[in-house]
């Protein structure tokens, strides 16, 4: 009953806040890596373009310096050599930038569809109470708008930082060449800079994780209006629910704002320490001029280089920015990715069970949710094949629980739950989820036709062998009565027909997919009398041969199964037939007497 | 595609015009900061030039130089660098404000519609989309507000630059007049390019996130049907479309942007040129070819911010039609302004009700699919009816109707005499509650998914919860009232949240009651303590209840029984089991199966007897 505070867990989803940038970096290309497949050669293009980057205005500048300001006065034939040679260093950039960015492109996109594709899958692979741990909202944000911002930064970003720290390297080394004095100059001007623009991401980063959890939130906020549709118009609460997702957009809008702030002073700080550069270098160029230690010509060449160097680290730190969004954005899809499926799949060296009539059995096993209290103390229970089992009890009496862990939604605190002699832990689960299906309460439908929900069951079933599972379900006329039959669309999550209609289709879904053990968990609450009974016989007929659990209010099926087990505060207290039971004056006694009085007519 | 594109810019400029008109000052001040920066970006030009003539060259010349002139040189520079950042920080917060200010603004709008339009609008649109067009596509209508000051500071940059062209050279400037105008133009073909390719990549975005949600709240059901394989290829495929459509906008992007970049050097490559040959004439000084050089260094870069917006375009139209079309939908209820009688119960009579469900057609059209047919059902103040029919056969709908969750496509449904539609907003949810079949909870403590904001004590909270038989599980939650439930409610299960879902009808005492099979969830004898305890509770308000058991129904005056969208029949239990082979069968089928049993376990008991051994 208690599933609560289970964030401390470890069953929940670690936001991988652990991770350095670095180590995020190497996780997400570890994970996708179409990310460094043909890296170098991408590289290597980068280098190319950047030498043309560097090299063209460079040489640009030779041809102003000697060409047009030489001592003989302009030189046009020179100076054309000059732009020639320029002109062709152009081209080389212009061809290498444009397969360097389609070489990215196709890397970046692939490796982040790779991302998506394994997150996704993970998410999946979580066992049932990790995943209620996060919001829907917030899960589908990992697969898709925190795997945006990666976009950018890989896109772009990374190879511009290679590509930067480069044209670094050759500025510097040109510097170097005019004079070292100044150069010094330059990078002693710099080198607070890079201290200072640590310190700015991490201020940054952490306002733009602040920034990412506002827009779950928000999204949490928003989804309220969207899926509590009907209840907020029932109470006429859309004043609140409306303050509400204004307080989680005005958080979210003052957290983006804060960020933007911070990464703006991040970013002009660069473009301040340039300007200030500037003016140093043109004051020791003048005082170094006028010793006569550098010519005129010698300081504006280097004014150009301190550009040419400036540039690229101003370029720097705003990519610096952005991977520091985009880190924050891969350590919550890496977090999700190393969040540990707890309920896991043994995969290869599960066991594979063969078909068959099933045996199941509990083995002193006891089950608390994460934090909470027990809810099922040292239950033993053999189920013999072929049987058909009801469980009964009050709600809250651990029945729920004991289906969860029969269909091992959830591992046992302790002992062991074990189908044909073999602990549930040690099948595979598609062994196991073909043997063994549960018919949850609320059984969701997809946006889909009605013929593709039930085919979910069994994917390769034909059109006739889903209409046959309907005719032998007694639901055949049900569906004819819908406007368009199998084809009837049924809406968002099944709205478009009633709770119990829903309920219908999850069944005929589950029977299609033809377990050898099928559990209903509340499956026909929402069924109407007349055709539950139907139902229930139709099923008892076709499941004839296999073992079928059910967990019901309505003791009519309590009545009609072999054996009832009746669970009160975590303990199976009573089990054998219903006509034993109903004399023995016990729990289900006094349950069925209260049902059969609600019975009576009148 | 050329319309295309062409319509583009022009809606992408009233997008942009909406944007000002509505941060004029954000975006007046981040325009304002962005000119300053445009101006010092142009005067550093000026200064550099400037030291060179008046203090480097006459230092190096004289072989001295004054601590004076390096200070003066020393301010100039800084003070224009100073200006210059400041005027970039007003840019970018600026815009950041204006960008965030209307990003807050459509969401709240977006959701306003959301909470606004009627069920039978959300119906019709799946949830995935409704989220993403309140939170990436409002993102993307207005993130052109971070590229777009700088481009219109860019603008004032090339006016400063192309009269100090003019002021130098006509000719070289000339030189300068071709070379923006095929900037123009190179990125104006480049944004017809990416624009549709955009809108693709754009629209798969949001179906990649609506099969990611719809997959995740299938959760379950994957999980127990061990279609993870399945679902993962699903989204598989759709990921990869997406992944496609972006390499294929990076491909055009890749393709434009080394030409676009190649441009301003080809300018100044030109300048050079043709300056070192009127040089070389002596129709310039070299001193001037330089400084126009060094103009189009300056420049290059800042002039592909109108590649940035051009870029952003496309994506701003495309949110902004996602956006608008919500903005845009009609069908909003009417409200009336009257007041409904505040009393202990509330009559309610729907007369000739109709109502049909929009569905699809594998077609992509739509039909109307019948579920309540000519309904006129009267409910007497203070008695209790019961609802009562097949699964499928419209109770569900008839409460929605009853309550004004929709209206009706024709007749009308009066409460205490008053159409609905004549009702004040807020007004029938004050009299009446509805306790759905389907709970919602909202993610929150216990004590505001009961209260829903409105004002009650704890006791009268624990009161209602007490009716509603959940007194006892709450007071074991961790923190009592203040215990947050969870998304949806996770944190409880399914009985519990329909108890509290009941408490929060119960605690508002209202005139009319409906239950729309409220307890499906909770076991028979918890069922039969909240019916009492509401008998008790209620007050003498009118109770309409779905129900198909038969203590449930016995606790109602009358009956009316539901069939294919019909009332059949409408009368006492009595009457309805006499004149209504439909309803009899129903709600008898337990005690007759029940009786079925009974019968065959004799007759099996006649037969073991005859065969086995006498004890």
């Not at chain 1, 034939?77 to 080389?92: F, K, T």
């Not at chain 2, 990076?250 to 030109?270: C, N």
């Not at chain 2, 409200?335 to 049909?356: C, F, M, Q, V």
Request: aromatic fraction near 6%; hydrophobic fraction near 50%; proline fraction near 4%.
């Amino acid at each position: 009953m208690s599933r609560f505070e289970p964030l401390a867990d470890h069953s929940s989803i670690g936001a991988g806040v652990e991770l350095s940038a670095w180590q995020t970096i190497r996780r997400g290309a570890q994970i996708s890596p179409e990310l460094i497949r043909g890296l170098a050669g991408t590289v290597m293009l980068g280098v190319l373009s950047t030498l043309g980057r560097v090299l063209v205005p460079f040489v640009i500048q030779r041809t102003v310096d000697e060409g047009i300001l030489g001592a003989a006065g302009p030189d046009a034939s020179r100076v054309a050599l000059w732009v020639g040679v320029a002109l062709a260093g152009v081209v080389v950039t212009a061809l290498s930038s444009y397969a360097v960015n389609l070489r990215l492109f196709t890397a970046s996109e692939s490796g982040l569809a790779t991302l998506r594709v394994q997150a996704f899958r993970h998410i999946h692979d979580l066992s049932m109470l990790t995943q209620s741990t996060e919001r829907r909202g917030s899960l589908v944000s990992r697969v898709t708008s925190d795997v945006d911002t990666i976009s950018m930064f890989v896109q772009f970003g990374g190879l511009m930082l290679v590509v930067s720290s480069g044209q670094i390297l050759l500025a510097t080394g040109l510097m170097l060449t005019y004079s070292p004095l100044l150069a010094g100059v330059v990078w002693a001007c710099f080198i607070p800079l890079f201290f200072l623009i640590r310190r700015f991401q991490g201020m940054v980063g952490r306002a733009f994780t602040r920034v990412r959890e506002r827009v779950g939130a928000m999204l949490g906020a928003i989804s309220e209006a969207v899926v509590g549709a009907a209840t907020i118009r029932a109470y006429g609460i859309e004043e609140r629910t409306a303050a509400r997702i204004d307080a989680a957009v005005e958080a979210h809008r003052r957290e983006a704002v804060g960020a933007q702030i911070r990464a703006v002073v991040a970013f002009t700080a660069g473009q301040f320490v340039s300007g200030l550069t500037t003016a140093v270098v043109l004051v020791v160029g003048t005082i170094l001029a006028a010793r006569g230690e550098l010519t005129v010509g010698a300081v504006l060449a280097f004014l150009f280089l301190v550009n040419l160097f400036t540039m690229p680290v101003q370029q720097a730190t705003e990519i610096l920015n952005e991977m520091q969004n985009a880190v924050a954005g891969w350590r919550r899809v890496i977090g999700i990715m190393d969040t540990p499926a707890d309920v896991a799949d043994p995969g290869e060296r599960g066991v594979e069970l063969p078909r068959g009539p099933i045996d199941v059995a509990f083995e002193k096993v006891s089950y608390a949710y994460p934090g909470g209290e027990l809810v099922l103390h040292d239950v033993d229970l053999q189920i013999a094949p072929r049987s058909r089992i009801a469980v009964v009890g009050e709600t809250g009496s651990g029945k729920s629980t004991l289906a969860k862990l029969l269909t091992r939604l959830m591992d046992p605190t302790h002992g062991r739950v074990l189908v044909d002699g073999v602990d549930l832990r040690e099948v595979r689960f598609s062994s196991l989820r073909a043997r063994v299906v549960l018919v949850p309460q609320e059984g969701f439908l997809f946006d889909a036709n009605l013929l593709d929900n039930i085919r979910f069951g069994r994917p390769e079933a034909s059109d006739d062998e889903v209409m046959l599972t309907l005719t032998e379900l007694g639901l055949d006329e049900w569906v004819q009565g819908l406007p368009l039959g199998l084809a009837t669309s049924v809406g968002q999550r099944g709205e478009s027909l009633s709770a119990g209609e829903r309920q219908l289709v999850a069944i005929a879904r589950a029977y299609l997919a033809d377990p050898d053990l099928l559990v209903l968990d509340e499956a026909t609450s929402a069924v109407d009398p007349s055709l539950e009974v139907r139902l229930q016989r139709a099923l008892d007929s076709l499941t004839r041969g296999r073992t079928s659990i059910t967990i019901a209010h309505r003791l009519s099926t309590a009545e009609a199964a072999d054996e009832v087990v009746v669970v009160d505060a975590g303990l199976i207290v009573e089990r054998g037939p219903h006509r034993e039971l109903v004399t023995a004056g016990g729990v289900y006694a006094a349950l069925h007497e209260s049902w059969a009085a609600q019975q009576a007519t009148g | 595609m050329a319309a295309v594109s062409g319509s583009v810019l022009r809606r992408g400029g009233a997008v942009v015009a909406r944007g000002v008109r509505e941060q004029p000052r954000w975006f007046a001040l981040a325009v304002f900061g962005s000119t300053v920066y445009g101006i010092m970006t142009g005067l550093m030009a000026w200064a550099i030039g400037w030291a060179t003539r008046e203090v480097l060259t006459p230092a190096a010349a004289a072989r001295a130089v004054t601590p004076g002139q390096l200070w003066t040189m020393a301010a100039v520079i800084t003070g224009i660098v100073t200006v210059n950042v400041l005027g970039i920080i007003l840019r970018r917060t600026a815009a950041g404000f204006a960008m965030y200010a209307l990003g807050a603004a459509y969401r709240r709008r977006v959701t306003r519609q959301y909470l606004d339009l009627p069920l039978r609008w959300h119906h019709k649109h799946p949830s995935g989309q409704l989220l993403s067009n309140a939170n990436a596509d409002v993102e993307a209508t207005w993130n052109i507000f971070a590229p777009l000051p700088m481009a219109l500071g860019v603008v004032v940059m090339l006016l400063f630059g192309a009269v100090q062209m003019v002021i130098v050279d006509p000719v070289l400037a000339a030189v300068g007049m071709v070379v923006f105008p095929l900037l123009f133009a190179a990125n104006a073909v480049f944004q017809r390019r990416m624009s549709p390719r955009v809108t693709y990549a754009q629209r798969l975005r949001a179906e990649v996130s609506e099969v990611a949600h719809e997959s995740f709240e299938a959760a379950l059901v994957v999980k127990t049907m061990g279609r993870e394989d399945l679902e993962a290829r699903r989204f598989a495929e759709v990921t990869n479309r997406l992944r496609d459509a972006n390499i294929a906008v990076g491909r055009t992007r890749g393709t434009f942007d080394p030409a676009i970049e190649s441009i301003p050097t080809i300018g100044t490559l030109a300048v050079i040129g043709v300056g070192a040959w009127r040089a070389s004439q002596g129709q310039v000084s070299a001193a001037e070819v330089v400084q126009i050089a060094y103009l189009f260094s300056v420049l290059a870069f800042p002039v592909r911010a109108f590649g940035w917006v051009l870029a952003e375009l496309p994506r701003s139209v495309v949110g902004w039609e996602r956006v608008d079309a919500v903005l845009q939908a009609s069908g909003a209820m009417h409200y009336g302004d009257r007041d409904l009688p505040t009393r202990t119960s509330a009559a309610i009579h729907g007369e000739h009700l109709d109502y049909a469900y929009e569905i699809d057609l594998p077609d992509g059209g739509t039909a109307a699919a019948p579920a309540i047919r000519d309904v006129t059902l009267t409910v007497t103040a203070g008695s209790t009816v019961a609802l009562v029919g097949p699964t499928g056969s419209g109770k569900s709908t008839l409460t929605g109707l009853l309550l004004r969750l929709v209206d009706p496509d024709s007749g009308a449904v009066l409460l205490d005499g008053l159409d609905l539609r004549s009702v004040r907003k807020g007004g029938i949810a004050d009299v009446a509650a509805l306790v759905p079949q389907q709970t919602f909870m909202f993610e929150d403590t216990v004590r505001d998914n009961v209260t829903l904001g409105a004002r009650h004590t704890d006791e009268q909270v624990w009161e209602a919860l007490r009716i509603a038989q959940a007194e006892r599980f709450v007071l074991h939650l961790p923190r009592g009232l203040d215990t947050m439930v969870g998304e949806r409610g996770a944190n409880l299960s399914g009985g519990q949240r329909q108890r509290v879902a009941l408490a929060r009808a119960v605690i508002r005492r209202p005139q009319l009651l409906v239950l729309d099979d409220a307890t499906s969830a909770v076991d028979p004898s918890v069922e039969q303590r909240i019916l009492g305890a509401l008998r008790g509770a209620a007050g003498g308000a009118t109770v309409l209840v779905v129900a198909y058991r038969m203590a449930t129904i016995a606790l109602a005056d009358e009956i009316a029984y539901l069939e294919g969208g019909r009332l059949v029949e409408h009368g006492t239990h009595e009457h309805l089991l006499e004149r209504c082979p439909g309803y009899a069968a129903l709600v008898s089928a337990y005690a007759r199966e029940a009786a079925d049993r009974a019968a065959v376990a004799v007759d099996e008991e006649a037969t073991a007897g005859d065969s086995d051994e006498p004890v």
